[in-house]
Nanobody, 124 residues
Framework: QVQLVESGGGLVPPGGSLRLSCAVSGFTLDSRAIGWFRQAPGKDREGVSCISVSDGATYYAESKKGRFTISGDNAKNTVYLQMDSLQPEDTAVYYC?????????????????WGQGTQVIVSS
């Protein structure tokens, strides 16, 4: 059974950092790409980043380049999202999701299994 479990969210001041984790089970990381998404109150869910562990390819939404870093640990079956220089507009529930494909393919419709989300609040 496929399962994704996020952790690592919390309250952080502007300029701070957090590392989110996505522990997966029911499949191996090198078989499917994993994406990170976020949803702020009143807004649509948006893509943040994606990783294809099989070949190490990573992708970022334009506004996250340079601040966010995605990585994967095959041995731990876990994908991480390191977030630096966080700003209040980064406040959202962050979700990881399993792609239908081995490679990252843009579009939320291409992700089929989702975690429960972890809340990130950036506030002083």
């Amino acid at each position: 059974q496929v399962q994704l479990v996020e952790s690592g969210g919390g309250l952080v001041p502007p300029g701070g950092s957090l590392r989110l984790s996505c522990a997966v089970s029911g499949f191996t990381l090198d078989s499917r790409a994993i994406g990170w998404f976020r949803q702020a109150p009143g807004k649509d869910r948006e893509g943040v980043s994606c990783i294809s562990v099989s070949d190490g390819a990573t992708y970022y939404a334009e506004s996250k380049k340079g601040r966010f870093t995605i990585s994967g640990d095959n041995a731990k079956n876990t994908v991480y999202l390191q977030m630096d220089s966080l700003q209040p507009e980064d406040t959202a529930v962050y979700y990881c999701a399993l792609s239908r494909f081995t490679m990252c393919v843009s579009g939320i419709e291409n992700f089929e299994s989702w975690g429960q989300g972890t809340q990130v609040i950036v506030s002083s």
